[in-house]
């Protein structure tokens, strides 16, 4: 991970609402822990919150888990009402990164207004990211080397920081090499969801990446077939242009 303080670069620019974007497996929940810490905005994903609410055993939560875990997508109307829900929070006037939202184009339509809705005032838009206009990042990695991530992905029950073991084991099979907890696996982490969920992607979120790629100046596409801090690097870089440049 790059050394940068979170100040010197959040002194930069103000990161504004962000979108990754990409298939299931190209590391964008892994990029989006990387910018939370480098721009100190936090990190929303839905998968995230999905998983949340299937741990507490919630009726949300009963109703997404067969659906999830079988590769599919929630139902738009559950995903949009976690976010609305979500940008309320205090801690997203800066920025955020929304990670594995938008998925269809109902989705994107749906984030668009309500991020226009929440413009604020005059007086406080000078400090406040959530005035910019949102820039999607898309993460691309070939189809052959998604699925041996996803199959070979691990994350730590506790710290939820994320192995591979082919390509980044722990120390210890099984075990965090950070608290010494145990490592789990995705229900959704097999062979066959994998190829449910690459259908998913390519009949509606294909679509999503495609609409935010003709939005000039809004729109990147960063080579995630790299190391981790490589790609973090390419994607700060595109970041600083989408942010900075003059449209
Ligand atoms: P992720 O953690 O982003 O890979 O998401 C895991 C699973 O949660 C997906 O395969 C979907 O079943 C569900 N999910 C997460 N985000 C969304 C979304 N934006 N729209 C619909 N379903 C979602």
């Known amino acids: 991970m790059s050394t940068a303080s979170p100040t010197a670069r959040a ?8 979108l990754l974007l990409g298939a299931p497996g190209v590391g964008k929940g892994t990029q ?20 949340a609410n299937i741990a507490h055993g919630t009726d949300l ?24 829900t979500r940008l309320q ?12 939202y938008p998925r269809t184009r109902q989705q994107a339509g749906f984030m668009e207004t309500l991020l226009t809705s929440q413009q604020p005032s005059a007086e406080s838009a000078a400090s406040d990211g959530l005035h910019l206009p949102l ?12 699925l041996r991530r996803i199959t070979g992905r691990r994350s730590c029950v506790v710290c939820k920081h994320i192995y591979n073991i082919y390509s980044h084991p722990p120390k210890a099979a ?22 449910e969920r690459m259908k ?11 609409y935010f790629s003709q ?12 190391p981790v801090e490589q790609v973090t690097a390419a994607i700060e870089a595109a970041l600083l242009r989408l942010r900075t440049s003059k449209r």
């Open 61 to 84: 939560g009963k109703r997404a888990k067969s659906l999830m875990d079988q590769g599919q997508l929630v139902a738009d109307d559950i995903v949009n009402g976690m976010v609305a």
């Open 174 to 195: 099984g075990i965090c090499d950070f608290d010494g907890s145990p490592l789990e696996q995705r229900s959704d982490d097999t062979e066959s969801a994998f190829h």
């Open 215 to 226: 939005k000039t100046g809004q729109f990147e596409t960063v080579n995630g077939d790299k």
């Open 200 to 210: 998913e992607y390519r009949a509606k979120t294909q679509d999503v990446i495609q």
């Open 135 to 146: 820039v999607a990042v898309n993460i691309a990695v070939d189809e052959d080397e998604l």
């Open 89 to 100: 929070a205090p801690d997203v006037t800066r920025g955020f990164i929304l990670d594995g």
């Open 11 to 18: 002194e930069t620019f103000l990161p504004g609402p962000i």
């Open 32 to 51: 989006a822990k990387a910018l939370m810490a480098a721009y100190g905005i936090p990190q929303i994903s839905t998968g995230d919150i999905l998983r």
